[in-house]
Each structure stands twice: as structure tokens, then as C-alpha cells.
């Protein structure tokens, strides 16, 4: 199993856009809940989104509800994170990861990280 390898960040403008994908290998993908995490500097890192492995539930953290959206696509062994309306307090490192468990936001039932991706929002 390989790690997942995410990419898309870079340096926005507030009110801007950005779609974050992270991808990995069939076996490390298959059949698990998929999700995204943040790290501000001087902070920890956060739950942002999780999705199921058809794809047909999602769970958000309150403060990206509404402007971000994740989705997969299993043919390509990839995950979306589809970030709107982006705000300053948006910035960090923006990490995938997969679980074997049921969608939840709890950092320590997920594994295979990957390296990260940097995400700024100039104000």
C-alpha cells in the first residue's frame, strides 16, 4: 500500500477557490472512509471532511459546512476537496488520510497520511 499523495494548493485570494485531490492506490483506497485534515501553523491538526467508500455520506466540520465539498472517484482512486468562499483563517497544511472506521473527525482512527499540501488565503 502506498501513501496518498495530495496536491492542488496554493495561494488565493479570500473569496477564492481552490480544489484539493489526493490520490493513492487501489489498495490503500479500497472499501475505507477517506478524509481531509488541517494544520494551521502554532495549531493542531483538525478534522475538515470524511467520506464513505461509495461516496454516499459525507461529514463536514462546522467551521467549512457549506463552502466545502468532498467527493471521490473510485475509478481513479481519488479524493476531492472542493474549497469555496475560502477565508484567511483557511490557511494551512491540508493532509488526506483513509480509516477503517465509520465516518468520524477522530485523527486516531485514521492512517496512511500523506505528506500534505500547503492552502493560502491572502485577505
Known amino acids: 500500500q502506498v501513501q496518498p499523495v495530495e496536491s492542488g494548493g496554493g495561494l488565493v485570494q479570500a473569496g477564492g477557490s481552490l480544489r484539493l485531490s489526493c490520490a493513492a492506490s487501489e489498495r490503500t483506497f479500497s472499501t475505507y472512509v477517506v478524509g481531509w485534515f488541517r494544520q494551521a501553523p502554532g495549531k493542531e491538526r483538525e478534522f475538515v471532511a470524511a467520506?464513505?467508500?461509495?461516496?454516499?455520506?459525507?461529514y463536514y466540520a462546522d467551521s467549512v459546512k457549506g463552502r466545502f465539498t468532498i467527493s471521490r472517484d473510485n475509478a481513479k482512486n481519488t479524493v476531492y476537496l472542493q474549497m469555496n468562499s475560502l477565508k484567511p483563517e483557511d490557511t494551512a497544511v491540508y493532509y488526506c488520510a483513509r480509516s477503517a472506521y465509520e465516518l468520524q473527525r477522530e485523527e486516531q482512527k485514521y492512517d496512511y497520511w500523506g505528506q500534505g499540501t500547503q492552502v493560502t488565503v491572502s485577505s
Open positions: 467520506i464513505s467508500w461509495t461516496g454516499g455520506r459525507t
